[in-house]
């Protein structure tokens, strides 16, 4: 039998996120404690400069 995971669960307490601290600010991080200081564009999470770093770049396609 499994001790001190209380009622909930195992995963329980990682279910929230916590609440943002600041809602306008652009959300890219290092992963650290630096966070970009730009304003977020729109209702986006990232400001113009980092909306679109995880899109795929197209590649010129290789030939055979």
């Not at 650290?32 to 400069?49: L, N, P, T, V």
Request: hydrophobic share 15%; aromatic share 10%.
């Amino acid at each position: 039998y499994a001790v001190g995971w209380g009622l909930y669960g195992a995963g329980a307490q990682y279910a929230r996120k916590p609440e943002d601290p600041e809602p306008g600010r652009c959300r890219r991080t290092d992963g650290k404690k630096w966070r970009c200081s730009r304003e977020a564009y729109g209702e986006s999470k990232y400001c113009d400069r980092h909306m679109h770093r995880g899109k795929n770049r197209s590649r010129k396609p290789v030939e055979p």
